[in-house]
């Protein structure tokens, strides 16, 4: 079945707790960074450059990734029906996790999300559609979070 659907970037960033946290962390080195050449002026040191170099190198790959990891289950990814088997909050972040079948077997995925609103409304049992790789079914995402 092809997916006519596609992965909101905004969604991705709200809902996939390592895309928010890349993204939130690469936002404060940056702040950071700024702050301190306010601050300090030209006296900015060469270790800060280089820690700010190397996170934002590191934080926009992980970003990047993430984001090309959800999309492409959006284009190539195979359409099913999985059941919520539990879904467990901390604070500000969680893991759903569901069953799904493929080709007779039973594999069983987790979502790690933020606490949202579309986060929170599911529950143990309820039916939603995933997004899975054929050549993986363990790598999952429940569709609807990311549109």
């Known amino acids: 079945m092809i997916n006519n659907k596609r992965a ?8 996939d707790h390592l895309a928010f946290y890349s993204a939130l962390l ?9 702050y301190d050449v306010l601050i300090k002026g030209e006296e900015t040191t060469q270790n800060l450059m280089t820690t700010l170099a190397v996170a934002t190198v590191v934080l926009a790959g ?7 990891s959800i999309t492409s289950l959006f284009r ?7 059941v919520i088997n539990r879904v467990y909050f901390y604070r500000g972040r969680g893991i759903i996790t569901y069953v799904h079948e ?3 077997k039973k594999y069983i995925c987790r979502d790690r999300v933020m606490k949202t609103k579309a986060t929170t409304a599911l529950t143990s049992g ?5 997004l899975f790789n054929t050549n ?6 429940i569709q609807d979070l990311y549109t």
């Open 8 to 15: 909101s970037l905004l969604r991705i960033l709200t809902v």
């Open 76 to 82: 190539e990814g195979k359409e099913s029906t999985g």
């Open 26 to 34: 690469f936002v404060f080195f940056w702040l950071f960074c700024a």
């Open 102 to 104: 493929y080709m007779g």
């Open 136 to 141: 993986n079914p363990k790598r999952a995402i």
């Open 62 to 68: 992980v970003l990047v990734w993430r984001i090309l």
């Open 126 to 130: 309820d039916e939603v559609t995933i």
